[in-house]
């Protein structure tokens, strides 16, 4: 079955740091953009960041820009999204998803996706 797994999620309190990873399963990576986004109660999905296929290009939204970080083992089939210092705001169900196009140039789109995966929680609270 081709899909993607996210994992990593949790409750952590203001000021602490989790590590999201989505890994592939019945596909390589390799080739893919992968973008994650998130949802949180009540509001609409929105794109956090992004990572091209051979990683040398990135995105942030300006809301995560500084405490997070993408990246990607190609090797492990596997994008990483470090989150640091984290705020209540940040409480959302984070999905990774993955597009296979021609560009070099990653970017937080909303739809298109060849790959969804099915979302992990992160919850910020004292």
């Known amino acids: 079955q081709l899909q993607l797994v996210e994992s990593g999620g949790g409750l952590v309190q203001p000021g602490g740091s989790l590590r999201l990873s989505c890994a592939a399963s019945?596909?390589?990576?390799?080739?893919?953009?992968i973008t994650w986004s998130r949802q949180a109660p009540g509001k609409e999905r929105e794109g956090v960041s992004c990572?091209?296929?051979?990683?040398?290009?990135?995105a942030y939204a300006d809301s995560v820009k500084g405490r997070f970080t993408i990246s990607r083992d190609n090797a492990k089939n596997t994008v990483y999204l470090q989150m640091n210092s984290l705020k209540p705001e940040d409480t959302a169900v984070y999905y990774c998803?993955?597009?296979?196009?021609?560009?070099?140039?990653?970017?937080?789109?909303?739809?298109?996706?060849?790959?969804w995966g099915q979302g992990t929680q992160v919850t910020v609270s004292s």
């Open positions: 990572i091209s296929k051979f990683g040398g290009d990135t």
């Open positions: 998803a993955a597009r296979r196009v021609p560009s070099l140039l990653c970017l937080m789109i909303s739809s298109g996706y060849d790959y």
């Open positions: 019945g596909f390589t990576l390799d080739g893919y953009h």
